[in-house]
């Protein structure tokens, strides 16, 4: 989990973005070529995902308000995947 984000952060900071560059799923996890990312305005963020399943996921956590439930539930999820 930690590595994806400093690959995002270090890729910032090289300012390059290859069109082979691949983008971590907010949802999932999935990792997704830039230019086919669907991005999603969530918990009031855009938020990249990797297909539709994922964004319609998200807008229905958006319009329930269960925005805090599904932070946790990530966080544990991430907690349990460590090695
Ligand atoms: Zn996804």
Partial sequence: M???LTSLIGGKRAGQTPASEKLPCFHCGDL????RVVHVQFDGAAR???????EAILKTV???GMQQQYR??????A???DE
Avoid: N, P, T, Y
């Fill in 62 to 64: 958006e319009q329930m």
């Fill in 2 to 4: 930690l590595h994806w």
């Fill in 48 to 54: 990249i995902v990797c297909c539709h399943g994922c």
């Fill in 72 to 77: 946790e539930q990530k966080r544990q999820a």
């Fill in 32 to 35: 997704v070529k830039r230019r």
């Fill in 79 to 81: 907690a349990s995947h």
